[in-house]
């Protein structure tokens, strides 16, 4: 890293976890499925800026495959809301409320790709995230639990 990355370093890492916790707290607000994921995307993007600027070995590995599940997780997200919107018309999410008994086996996966991006363990978003709120902890403890306190809200967002 150059002196300019460690140097503001901590500036960056404030501003990532401003990102995590105001990106969640507007994808709360969303009833568009469609932006719910994209907040979604930019609060993922905080914890691979807060990882890298950690400047720790496990803050860094923890967003470069925080990056790779966010590409795979995003991106069935996306699938999966075109796919509804083809059948409903709508993004809206009060709209799918029957979607378990119309289609089940779409649920299912569905459900799947929401906890992966939720960052259940045992899926890929949990690892990445792990690492990161690792990394972070080792030099900026406090910063850390707001990092945490994101991964809360997501899990609240997406369900």
Do not use: W
């Not at 991106?75 to 289609?103: D, P, Q």
């Not at 990394?135 to 707001?146: D, H, S, V």
């Amino acid at each position: 890293m150059s002196d300019a990355s460690l140097f503001f370093s901590d500036y960056v890492i404030c501003l990532s976890v401003i990102a995590i916790i105001y990106t969640s707290l507007v994808a709360l607000a969303q009833n568009d499925m469609k932006k719910l994921i994209a907040y979604s995307s930019v609060a993922h993007m905080g914890y691979v800026t807060a990882g890298i600027f950690s400047m720790t070995s496990d803050g860094i590995n923890g967003a470069i495959f925080q990056m790779l599940s966010h590409g795979l997780v995003s991106s069935a997200l996306f699938l999966s809301v075109g796919v509804l919107y083809e059948r409903t018309k709508s993004r809206e999410i009060k709209s799918y409320n029957l979607l378990v008994k119309n289609m089940p086996k779409f649920s299912f996966f569905f459900v799947i790709i929401v906890l992966a991006s939720v960052g259940l363990p045992g899926t890929s978003g949990f690892i990445g995230e792990m690492l990161i709120v690792l990394g972070t902890y080792k030099y900026y403890p406090f910063l850390a639990f707001f990092v945490a306190t994101g991964i809360i809200l997501g899990a609240i967002y997406m369900m």
